[in-house]
Each structure stands twice: as structure tokens, then as C-alpha cells.
T-cell receptor, first 109, second 115 residues
Framework: GQNIDQPTEMTATEGAIVQINCTYQ??????LFWYQQHAGEAPTFLSY????GLEEKGRFSSFLSRSKGYSYLLLKELQMKDSASYLC??????????FGPGTRLSVLP | DVKVTQSSRYLVKRTGEKVFLECVQD?????MFWYRQDPGLGLRLIYF???????EKGDIPEGYSVSREKKERFSLILESTSTNQTSMYLC??????????????FGPGTRLLVL
């Protein structure tokens, strides 16, 4: 089966940079996705990596290495509103989406 | 912007009652999905649909059924609720074409409490 691992919780300070890692075991997939989910709300799409390398989108960047089965989400200039859970997900070929358990990020003043 | 709406944000039902959750998307997406999300278990796929009148079981279909009579609507039915169906239910949709291929867009969720 497919498996995605993420740290359960992380804490960082307002204005800092934080990196949320995601490791996965899957034979092949179209792309890797990152979602943000605030408490009690639905996940919202953040980023999508198809090729290896870094995709930058404002304060958020996402990195993918297919050979290493590894991705990370980088959040810069952290703000209090970035406190949320961050979900990593892949869609293996011929299968449904597989979501990671999520990383709960707390941003402290 | 993609918009996915769900018929209710909060529901409270008694064991054995029927529940009908409706999801509507306005982006002409082919794919629609129903998930439930529980603490410590993450998102789990219940059912999905790739086209009108088509449905496929996900990872946890037991106790649920679905209906897709129109492209924009995907309904989740709980014929006889049980307490272990207390959960957050999330609908999502995605497209088979375009630059953001298969990116899933979620509705606001329905928090169901079964007493």
C-alpha cells in the first residue's frame, strides 16, 4: 500500500521560516500536493509539484525529489494566521489520492 | 475560483435516522469525491465518481451510498446512522484536464454528530 509520513506537530515563531517534511512510499504518481487546513475548516490547495525541484509561490515554496521519495513545504515570514494543519498528498498511478496525516503548525508571537 | 458547496455545515441526528448530504460544484469538474476526516486518522475516501451516474467505492464505503444524477451534484447517503459515523464529511471535486490536473478542491465540510 501507499504510505505518507509527516511530523505530527511543529512550533515556530512569528517572522521565522519553517520547513515541513513529507516522505512517501509509492511506485509512481502524477504529482505531489500540499494543502492547508485551519481548525474546523476544509483543506485548501497550496501547491502542486510535478517535476523535481522547488516551486515558489509567495511566502510558500514546495520542493520535490522523486528519487528520494521526499517533499517539503517551506513557509517564510511566518504569520499568526499560518497556524494550521498542512497535508501532503499524492495520487499514485491508477489509484485514488492518498493524504498524509497532516502536520499541525503552531505559530507563536 | 472553484466553488464547492455543501448542503449543511452542522447536523445532529439520532441513531438510525437517514442523512442526506449534498455537494455542488460550479466548475464543470468531472470528478467528485466524499471523504470523512477523523482525528488521528486523516482523510479517508468513502466514494468517488468520474462521471454522471458512475460511482466507485473508496477505502471505507460500508454504511454509505452515493448518487450522481447531474454532473455538478454528488450526494452522500447514510441510510441508518450509527454513532461511529460521527465525523467531519468533506466533498471535493477535480478536473481531468487543464494545468492543475486533478487538484482537488474541497467544500466547507459538514460536521455530523450522531447521538
Amino acid at each position: 500500500g501507499q504510505n505518507i509520513d509527516q511530523p505530527t506537530e511543529m512550533t515556530a515563531t512569528e517572522g521565522a521560516i519553517v520547513q515541513i517534511n513529507c516522505t512517501y512510499q509509492t511506485s509512481g504518481f502524477n504529482g505531489l500536493f500540499w494543502y492547508q487546513q485551519h481548525a474546523g475548516e476544509a483543506p485548501t490547495f497550496l501547491s502542486y509539484n510535478v517535476l523535481d525541484g522547488l516551486e515558489e509561490k509567495g511566502r510558500f515554496s514546495s520542493f520535490l525529489s522523486r528519487s528520494k521519495g521526499y517533499s517539503y513545504l517551506l513557509l517564510k515570514e511566518l504569520q499568526m494566521k499560518d497556524s494550521a494543519s498542512y497535508l501532503c498528498a499524492v495520487r499514485p498511478y491508477g489509484q485514488n489520492f492518498v493524504f498524509g496525516p497532516g502536520t499541525r503548525l503552531s505559530v507563536l508571537p | 475560483d472553484v466553488k464547492v458547496t455543501q448542503s449543511s455545515r452542522y447536523l445532529v441526528k439520532r441513531t438510525g435516522e437517514k442523512v442526506f448530504l449534498e455537494c455542488v460544484q460550479d466548475m464543470d469538474h468531472e470528478n467528485m469525491f466524499w471523504y470523512r476526516q477523523d482525528p488521528g486518522l486523516g482523510l479517508r475516501l468513502i466514494y468517488f465518481s468520474y462521471d454522471v451516474k458512475m460511482k466507485e467505492k473508496g477505502d471505507i464505503p460500508e454504511g454509505y451510498s452515493v448518487s450522481r444524477e447531474k454532473k455538478e451534484r454528488f450526494s452522500l447517503i447514510l441510510e441508518s446512522t450509527s454513532t461511529n459515523q460521527t465525523s467531519m464529511y468533506l466533498c471535493a471535486s477535480s478536473s481531468l484536464t487543464g494545468a492543475m490536473l486533478e487538484t482537488q478542491y474541497f467544500g466547507p465540510g459538514t460536521r455530523l454528530l450522531v447521538l
